[in-house]
């Protein structure tokens, strides 16, 4: 059974780092794009970045690049993401999400997401 | 990059059909057809409905279309039933620099 499991959320400073786990398991994350997308509260869905399935290529939106980083330990087959210099408008629900076999444009297994907030 | 733009809210009776829009450009929803629609049920992992503009997920109802006319694409639910209810969101490829973007989000109330 595919699944997703977002880890490492909590609060934390403004300016300060935090580095969110993504746990595959039923597949492995060397075969797929994996995506992180946000959500601040009682906002909508913001995409944050991909690595691709191969490692080779990776991707940010224009309000995390130079920030936050994507990698990924396929020993562990976990997707991870760094947060770094965090500000208050980064206060979110982080998901991650796995792309759909055969294609490269859409999510079909997310997980339920991890609550970070950046508060003093 | 802003949001494709969605109305905020949507509704519709038991067994009634609704449709849901979503506009961007040329460099997104009217450049590809590359679109997709999650449905979004608070608190629950986001679900994908339909992919590049027009193809259901195996196990997705076939209440639920989609389609793309210009810049702007559409998801069409028939026969709506209570389930339904929830939050709505499109998403586009882009050739911005983000080169993913989503709609603004729709509710979906099932009166």
């Known amino acids: 059974q595919v699944q997703v499991v977002e880890s490492g959320g909590g609060v934390v400073q403004p300016g300060r780092s935090l580095r969110l786990s993504c746990a595959a398991s039923g597949f492995t994350v060397s075969t797929h794009g994996m995506h992180w997308v946000r959500q601040a509260p009682g906002k909508g869905l913001e995409w944050v970045g991909i690595?691709?399935?191969?490692?080779?290529?990776?991707h940010y939106a224009d309000s995390v690049r130079g920030r936050f980083t994507i990698s990924r330990d396929t020993s562990k087959n976990t997707l991870y993401l760094q947060m770094n210099s965090l500000r208050p408008e980064d206060t979110a629900v982080y998901y991650c999400?796995?792309?759909?076999?055969?294609?490269?444009?859409?999510?079909?297994?997310w997980g339920q997401g991890t609550l970070v907030t950046v508060s003093s | 990059q802003s949001a494709l733009t969605q109305p905020a809210s949507v509704s519709g009776s038991p067994g009634q059909s609704i449709t849901i829009s979503c506009t961007g450009t040329s460099s997104d929803v009217g450049g590809y057809d590359y679109v997709s629609w999650y449905q979004h049920h608070p608190g629950k992992a986001p679900k994908l409905m339909i992919y590049e503009v027009t193809n259901r997920p195996s196990g997705v109802p076939d209440r639920f279309s989609g389609s793309k006319s210009g810049n702007t694409a559409s998801l069409t639910i028939s026969g709506l039933q209570a389930e339904d209810e929830a939050d709505y969101y499109c998403n586009s490829y882009t050739s911005n620099n983000t080169l993913y973007v989503f709609g603004t989000g729709t509710k979906v109330t099932v009166l």
């Open positions: 999400a796995r792309e759909r076999p055969g294609g490269w444009s859409d999510f079909d297994h």
């Open positions: 690595i691709s399935f191969d490692g080779s290529s990776i």
